[in-house]
């Protein structure tokens, strides 16, 4: 498979943390400042009326030169097994693509403050959804230990 596609950024990340870390996200606050060449002027419009948003964005600082498309320990921590870069949520993927859903605090135009979100000063936003019940997995939801273990503190440093 060879096609390709062009994805334009609507945005960027600002504030909130500038630079990489693996845990404590919970009470990061940033602005999405979304880029009027990309939306219209009314493309929040209604956005207020929920509580969370999804947040799609890049990994850009990810060389591509590091990107894993195989196997490898989870934050390379050998007491965790060897999975599938599509097994688990690192920022080394194949497209370097990131989806995450944060709390939306307020909206002022194209500016959307939010909290919760793993993504740092500067980063590219892609695209922003609002979180809606429905759309949460159907039926219990499965997932292995070690996953349990990796997410201990990613949203509270006292977990």
Request: one cysteine or more; hydrophobic letters at 40%; proline letters at 8%.
């Amino acid at each position: 498979m060879t096609d390709a596609f062009e994805v334009r950024p609507l945005g960027r990340v600002h504030g909130g943390r500038a630079e990489v870390a693996d845990d404590d996200w919970g009470d990061v606050r940033a602005d999405l400042v979304l880029d009027p060449d990309a939306v219209g002027p009314d493309a929040t419009a209604g956005l207020e009326a929920f509580s969370h948003l999804e947040v799609v964005f890049l990994f850009d600082r990810v060389d591509p030169q590091h990107v894993t498309t195989g196997a490898r320990h989870p934050r390379g921590n050998t007491a965790w097994p060897r999975v599938g870069i599509l097994a688990q949520r690192g920022k080394n993927r194949p497209n370097r693509l990131a989806i995450s859903r944060c709390r939306l605090v307020a909206v002022d135009g194209l500016r959307l403050t939010v909290e919760g979100l793993d993504a740092v000063d500067g980063t590219p936003v892609l695209d922003v959804k609002p979180w809606m019940e429905e759309f949460a997995p159907q039926g219990p939801v499965r997932q292995p230990a070690w996953s349990r273990e990796l997410m201990a503190g990613y949203w509270r440093a006292d977990a």
